[in-house]
């Protein structure tokens, strides 16, 4: 939107690079008129409605980066769920929707595979939560979109979930006073569940199929095989001395086909088997369009017309292939590291999964329209808009990037080897200096200056595990701070005039949570409130609104205004949290397990659902949408946000020497004003917080540029 007064023109825009209004002012009276972009302004309020906090879209890997176990097909769909609680589904194998089982039933802690099967229109889901007392999970769905968690015992993993004679079948194992034991239960509904004995002293029991008029079970247990007419009477057989688990069955024209972990074996009956038709070992198999498919850990794939003599065929995947199926003419695979491939006659596949990269993700920062991620091995990715990723920069070290942040007009990163590395368009990275034997972990930008933070890490030249602080006014050049805390620092953010930094103070397992504050990032005090945090190995620090929050284990939040007096909130989680962030008047932490919190005030959290149980370790604000990273490469992407509604405004009628602006937005809020003479650099001002929704600011410079750029930065 633009409006002119006499010669002088000026234009407000919201800047969706970060929480931000923005100033154009092509000065030669200075007379201008105030504005507020109002475009897309419906757009956003419509996806405010819809919650964009609570809807999030897997970017890396694709088409999701939970991966998947199990994969079964009924009534037109294929169903594909994974130890994450994702779920997929397609009608034609080639075009996935992903969605998140939800509930805490599905959610961080589930572990070993999943099982899927339908029976009579209804769709059930099994797996298990691991834990000194493991524990049996099994969801129920009419439409694969709304899941109910249905009552059954506990004392089991289940792992696979098999349907015929109107009965739904589960199996899986658990751990006892006498030792390890395999589980059965049986359903007529997929509600109502009840134990059998199994008769077999076999453990882990993680096959179940139906075939040739009788339910066939596999187990970990080498060779043995258990068989079922009706699912409640059940007859142990001990195959021959397998040096591998039965993994799953497939049966037609009379025989019986079983993927274990020395190769393929047959049966006519489900009771004498015929070893190593194959000897290349199976984890899956499938029977579709008159050809036996089997596929293997090390992501090969064999065929067979009759069950007996296999062939080879190329494979789109090295990696494991946990479970095929097939229907509507297509064999779908699908695996838990990027595998979802696909093939029309068995022999022929394409792989569907894709990946930028599956290293860990530490860090994600927002700076020139641009995202950055970074982690292990030295990834280094970037997008302009969230969405679309590329790898930035070659990898060229085995470090770690644990941390990377933006500010004039350069984009840094800290690795765990004492590397700081710096770019000035997000492509082309430096390493601008290197302090052997340190651990850098955290990076932030404030008050014109870089601030980089991590410990010593007993190395020889640092015989103390001490606190690190280096800072630079540029990103190129650095200077080691030496009034350092005695304690490691993980993550720093600046507010308020101070910088604020946080780690772990103690040793083991069980400590209090450590910060060092600084006003300019050279001299730090040491603080210590009265804050435990066990399993905390990690910290994480962000500030808005006047508050530094300060996350870590055991679901540990702590708020503070001045870096030395801490509260501690209520987060409602147990979850180590590893990351916080502030942008677009939210607070937001990620953790272990796909937790995420977000709050506005600090002190009141609520619990979202990201649709991942890996662990997040970074976030950012960019793009009108939060960014998430984390374990397996894992990205993440919010809705779309709605405006603050906040509006940097010339006052009108300025005659003063300078330029006056006015910044009017939330109470309380506090804002950095930032000049800029292109648009690419910008240069901090001043630091204002709204007082009745209004702040003034003059800058008294303004008469010496022919053009000057403004922008409103929430802090």
Do not use: C
Request: hydrophobic share 40%; charged share 10%.
């Amino acid at each position: 939107m633009k409006i002119s007064t006499g010669t002088s023109t000026a234009v407000a825009e919201r800047a969706p690079s970060t929480s931000s209004t923005r100033l154009t002012l092509r000065p030669s009276a200075w007379r201008l008129a105030a504005v507020a972009a109002a475009a897309g302004l419906g757009a956003q309020l419509a996806a405010l409605a819809s919650g964009p906090l609570d809807t999030w879209a897997w970017r890396n890997p694709l088409p999701n980066g939970n991966g998947f176990a199990a994969v079964a097909y009924a009534n037109g769909t294929f169903a594909a769920v994974g130890p994450g609680g994702e779920i997929g589904t397609s009608t034609d194998g080639t075009n996935w929707a992903s969605r998140y089982l939800g509930g805490p039933e599905a959610g961080a802690g589930i572990s070993g595979a999943m099982g899927v099967a339908n029976g009579e229109g209804l769709w059930v889901a099994v797996g298990g939560f691991a834990g000194a007392l493991s524990q049996s999970i099994i969801l129920t769905s009419g439409d694969l979109r709304t899941w109910t968690s249905r009552p059954v015992p506990a004392g089991a993993q289940l792992a696979a979930v098999a349907f015929a004679k109107g009965l739904f079948v589960a199996v899986g194992g658990g751990w006892g006073a006498s030792g390890g034991f395999g589980v059965i239960l049986t359903s007529p509904d997929g509600v109502h569940w009840a134990p059998q004995d199994p008769h077999t002293t076999a453990d882990d029991l993680v096959a179940a199929f139906y075939g040739g008029g009788q339910f066939v079970v596999g187990s970990w247990t080498h060779g043995v095989v258990l068989t079922s007419p009706d699912g409640t009477n059940w007859t142990e057989h001990l195959t021959g001395r397998i040096a591998g688990a039965y993994w799953a069955f497939a049966y037609a024209n009379g025989l019986y086909v079983g993927a274990h972990g020395v190769g393929i074996s047959a049966s006519a009956d489900g009771y004498t088997w015929t070893n190593h038709v194959s000897t290349v070992r199976a984890v899956t198999v499938a029977y579709g369009r008159g050809l036996f498919v089997a596929g293997a850990d090390t992501g090969a794939i064999q065929t067979s017309w009759d069950g007996l003599h296999w062939a080879q065929q190329a494979s789109p995947t090295t990696n494991t292939i946990d479970s095929v199926a097939y229907g509507n003419g297509v064999f779908v695979g699908v695996g838990g590291n990027a595998v979802l491939i696909v093939s029309p006659d068995g022999t022929n596949w394409v792989n569907l999964a894709s990946a930028v990269a599956t290293a860990d993700l530490e860090d994600v920062a927002h700076g020139q329209g641009t995202f950055v991620a970074v982690g292990w091995n030295r990834t280094i990715l970037r997008s302009t808009d969230g969405a679309q990723w590329s790898v930035a920069a070659p990898s060229r070290g085995n470090d770690i990037l644990y941390g990377v942040a933006y500010g004039g007009g350069m984009f840094a990163a800290v690795s765990d080897q004492g590397h700081i590395l710096t770019s000035s368009n997000s492509t082309d990275w430096v390493t601008a200096t290197t302090l052997a034997g340190t651990h850098l972990r955290g990076i932030a930008y404030g008050d014109g200056r870089f601030v980089a933070v991590g410990s010593s890490g007993f190395d020889t030249n640092f015989p103390a595990d001490e606190g690190i602080a280096l800072t630079s006014a540029n990103g190129t050049d650095w200077s080691v701070q030496t009034a350092t805390p005695d304690f490691g620092l993980d993550r720093v953010a600046y507010g308020n005039g101070l910088f604020v930094a946080v780690g772990f103070l103690g040793s083991g397992s069980v400590g209090s949570l450590g910060v060092a504050t600084s006003p300019d990032g050279a001299a730090w005090s040491e603080q210590y409130p009265d804050i435990t945090l066990a399993n905390g190995s990690r910290t994480g620090l962000a500030y808005g609104k006047g508050l530094f929050v300060a996350a870590g284990g055991d679901g540990v939040i702590a708020v503070s205004s001045n870096g030395a007096d801490w509260v501690q909130a209520n987060s409602g989680t147990t979850n180590q949290l590893w990351d916080a962030t502030f942008a677009n008047g939210t607070f937001l932490v990620g953790g272990k397990g796909g937790t995420v919190l977000t709050s506005t005030n600090g002190a009141d959290w609520v619990a979202r659902d990201p649709g991942t149980v890996n662990y997040i370790f970074g976030a950012a604000y960019g793009e009108d949408t939060f960014v998430l990273v984390g374990s397996g490469g894992s990205i993440l992407q919010s809705g779309v946000m709605p405006p603050l509604g906040a509006r940097l405004s010339a006052v009108p009628g300025w005659t003063a020497d300078g330029f006056g602006l006015t910044l009017s937005g939330l109470d309380g809020q506090q804002w950095q004003i930032e000049a800029s003479p292109d648009l690419l650099n910008w240069t901090p001002l001043a630091a204002l917080r709204g007082t009745n929704g209004q702040a003034l600011f003059i800058d008294r410079q303004a008469t010496n540029f022919s053009r000057r750029f403004y922008r409103a930065v929430g802090q």
